[in-house]
């Protein structure tokens, strides 16, 4: 069973950056697909970034240009370069693993602050 662990969340203000981290562990081997989601008080959670084992990545509109999404498979992590932050990347940041059609698997969330 696939269990995530994320961090590096923080307070950071307007323009700052931030990396996260999202540790897996148990049957990564299976992973063919992660991704980052965020979830803003009184919204739906949203896609912010996601990566397939192939290498293939995609974003979330607002945040294209400004976040990076990479892996390290010796390390079977997952990382988010968040750069030009702003107030609205306020959010619990949440760590999505699946074998696509199979299962999947959240980390508990990390709160990322952005002041203004």
């Known amino acids: 069973q696939v269990q995530l662990v994320e961090s590096g969340g923080g307070l950071v203000q307007a323009g700052g950056s931030l990396r996260l981290s999202c540790a897996a562990s148990?049957?990564?081997?299976?992973?063919?697909?992660m991704g980052w989601y965020r979830q803003a008080p009184g919204k739906q959670r949203e896609l912010v970034a996601e990566?397939?084992?192939?290498?293939?990545?995609n974003y979330g509109d607002s945040v294209k240009g400004r976040f990076t999404i990479s892996r390290d498979n010796s390390k079977d992590t997952v990382y988010l370069q968040m750069n030009s932050l702003k107030p609205e990347d306020t959010a619990v940041y949440y760590c999505?693993?699946?074998?696509?059609?199979?299962?999947?698997?959240w980390g508990q969330g990390t709160q990322v602050t952005v002041s203004s």
């Open positions: 999505l693993a699946k074998r696509v059609g199979f299962w999947s698997a």
């Open positions: 990566i397939t084992s192939r290498g293939s990545t």
């Open positions: 148990g049957g990564t081997f299976s992973i063919n697909y």
